[in-house]
Structure formats: C-alpha cells, structure tokens
C-alpha cells in the first residue's frame, strides 16, 4: 500500500488532537498517510508534535517552519491546524503547490476568506475536505438516518438551546477575539453544520447578539482549571494565557431559523450563561419527535411518539433496518449498527479525528469530494455570520446573501485586518 505523505501544519492544540486521531487511525489498521512532517513557526510546538508522533507511529516527521520547507519534501497533503484566521492564506497556498488539503473548522475566518479557499479547490482541483466532526458521531448518523427514514414524520421545527459558560474563557484567549474567531464562530460552525445536515439547507435567519461578558477569567493562569480543555491537550498552554483578559467577539445569540423545506428553527447559543447549563437539540414532526444526545456523549436518543411507548437500543435500531455505519467508523467504535456507546472524551474525540482523516484519504485516491467539502465548510462559515450579520443589521439575513458577501457589515472590519477589500 502506498501512503499519502502528510504534514501537519500548526503544532498547538488542534494539531495534537489531530495527530492522536491520526494513530487511533493507524491502531485500528486504517490509516493511508505516512506523516513526514510537523510544519509550525513556533518550533517547540513542532518538536512536541514530532516527538509524540514518534512514539505514537514509530517514525519522527521532520520539522519545519513554512510551506516553503514543506516545498522540499515529498509531501502529497496537509493538515491546517492553526488558528482560523491564517486558513485561507495556507489553504489556498498549499493547493496551488498541488498538496491536497484538510482544514479544521472553520474554514475560514469570514466568508470571503472561505469564499477564497472554496474558488481555489475549484481552480486547482485538489482535494479540500472541512475538518468536521460533530456529524460523524454515531449517534448522530443514527438521528439522520431515523429522520430519513419518516420515523418521526416530516420534521416541522428544531429547537437548538446552549447554554453554559459564565465569564469563563473557553479554551483559549483567541476564540474570543473578534478578529481571531470569536466563540459563536468556533463552537457555531459546528451546530451550523449539524443542523443542515440533519435537515438540510437553511435559508434566512433573524437574530439578536449580545456580548455579555466583556472581560473574561483564565483560572488555569492561578493554578485552577480553564473551564475547558478538550483531551487535555491545551493546559500548558492555558498556563500561559492571562488570568483575566477583554473578550471583543459577542458571546451570545438568539434566534430564528427558516429552512429551505420549511422546517422553523429557535436557536440559543449562549457561552455566558450563569447558572445551569442547557442542552438541547430537539426535532418535531408531523407523527413524534427526537431528543439527541449532546454530541460525542454516546448517549441515546429518545424517540417520542405519541401513545407509544418509547423505543430504545436495538427497539429504536429495528426501525431503520438499513442503517449501517461506515466500516471504519465501525470498526473504531465497535459496532456497524450503535444506539449508543461508552468511551472517555479524549477517546471519542480522537475517533472522530481519525474518521475525517480516513474520509480524506479515500477522497484523495478515490478522486471523489470528501463528505464535508470546500462548498459546506463555507456554508457553515456562512450560517454562523448570517446570525452575526443579522444581530449587526437589526434585520433578517439570508445565507444567500452572506456566501455572494452583501451581508458583510459584521465581517467587514476582520476582512480588512486580513488585507482581502
């Protein structure tokens, strides 16, 4: 088997996780790359990525700073891992050097410089796969497959609500910077996709947005825990980061959803609530309705009909006989046909890692477009601006207008950081 020289740009957090799907790939007998280097300017985040790479796989990525030490090599593809606001200028460089491409959501910082990254794949007809995990959970191609199946009729409204947060930071500083990402657009691109992948394209939206904590708290930074570090990769650097900083991107959005088949959504993304937190993604239809899990809990769904008694495990399997996960999905969670499952966090998430990279890796030697391409990776960008767009404008936005960019009041300021007026 000839593996597909790969290298990994951008050593942080994101890089790691992606490298420890990597070998959850590998573990399982799946993997087609062979990672041949760790690109980052900031060398000690390469070595880290190269030195666990060598335990994890048995060979060690040789290190470097750019693309154009990567230029040297035989590389096929890259894995852009960095912070969302250099993804378009990597991304569209790394496809006119001929390299496929993967990169971590968001596609780009705003959706002109996804907009870029999408007319390069277009251009170059290299592969460009969304790094997207959310749809790939199990339990949620289960809820796609019971929604495809009539299980619960035809879906009339979804409710959406999170919240959680406080004036806590999440994760890291730049995710709540307006010109670094902003909390609505790392975590929103997610829910965006999901919901349009459980019930297709959205059309318009009307929100409300709100920055509610202008100042947000570190507590990693005075020997505490930050309020979130996924697969604990991220705690030495949240050391690092300061105890207390001011936070410029809004934090907070409400509002409604219109889909192309009709379906009305109510949306509450709220990353500065005080107070319990909410979870709920619930779909009614014309005969039941599904309550999901929170994504990547293993959690089953709970199918509500009325008069019935509701299913679970293999009961709720029997009604989508034809369901079946993907075979690597399968062999990595343990089962082609899942109602729920039970593993740690830091084991989900890298399952999930290593999916996108088994998808990207057909994609490439198939010649197909992978499941979460250039053009949806940009819609979700797109959805995620539309509420901001329609927060910043006091009027409904549509996700038409936001991808041809005349809804860009909102991003106007970030786009013109980036030097892309």
């Known amino acids: 088997m000839n593996r597909i020289n790969l290298a990994i740009v951008g050593c942080g957090g994101m890089g790691h996780r992606h490298l420890y799907g990597l070998a959850e790939l590998e573990r399982a007998g799946w993997n087609r790359f062979a990672l041949v280097a760790a690109c980052d300017p900031v060398r000690a985040n390469a070595e880290s990525l190269a030195d666990q790479a060598n335990q994890l796989l ?82 949620n191609r289960l809820a796609k497959a019971l929604l495809d199946g009539g299980v619960i009729g035809t879906p009339r409204f979804v409710l959406h609500h999170v919240v959680d947060g406080g004036n806590q930071m999440f994760i890291s500083v730049w995710r709540h910077q307006k010109d670094q990402s902003g909390v609505l657009l790392d975590v929103g691109v997610h829910y965006a996709d999901m919901l349009e992948y459980l019930l297709g394209p959205i059309e318009s939206v009307l929100a409300h947005t709100r920055l509610h904590e202008p100042v947000r708290h570190n507590a990693a930074a005075t020997g505490g825990q930050a309020l979130a570090n996924p697969s604990g990769v991220y705690g030495r650097w949240q050391k690092e980061m300061p105890a207390t900083f001011e936070a410029t991107a809004e934090d907070a959005v409400y509002a409604t959803l219109l889909f192309h088949n009709g379906v009305v959504g109510q949306y509450i993304e709220d990353h500065a609530g005080h107070g319990p937190t909410i979870w709920a993604r619930q779909i009614y239809g014309s005969q039941g309705a599904l309550s999901l899990p929170n994504d990547r809990t293993g959690q089953p769904i709970a199918l509500h009909r009325p008069g019935q008694t509701p299913p679970s495990g293999a009961a709720l399997l029997d009604l989508v006989p034809g369901f079946r996960l993907d075979a690597v999905t399968a062999s990595l969670f343990g089962g082609e046909r899942l109602a729920s499952y039970e593993f740690p966090f830091e084991e989900v998430d890298r399952k999930l890692i290593a999916v996108e990279y088994a998808d990207f890796a057909d994609a490439i030697n198939a010649g197909r477009a992978p499941e979460v391409d250039a053009e949806q990776g940009t819609r979700s960008v797109a959805v995620s601006y539309a509420l901001l767009e329609s927060g910043a404008l006091g009027r409904p936005v549509t996700i038409a207008e936001t991808l041809d960019e005349q809804a860009s009041t909102y991003q106007h300021e970030i786009d013109a950081g980036m030097g892309l007026m």
């Open 58 to 139: 048995g060979t060690r990525p040789v290190v470097v700073a750019s693309h154009e030490e990567l230029a040297a090599l035989d590389v096929a593809a890259v894995d852009i891992t960095t912070t969302p606001r250099s993804h378009h200028a990597l991304a569209v460089d790394a496809m006119r050097r001929g390299w496929h491409a993967m990169v971590e959501k968001p596609l780009g910082l705003t959706v002109r410089s996804a907009n870029r990254i999408r007319q390069a794949a277009r251009e170059t007809g290299r592969v460009l796969s969304t790094a997207e995990n959310y749809r790939r959970d199990p339990i």
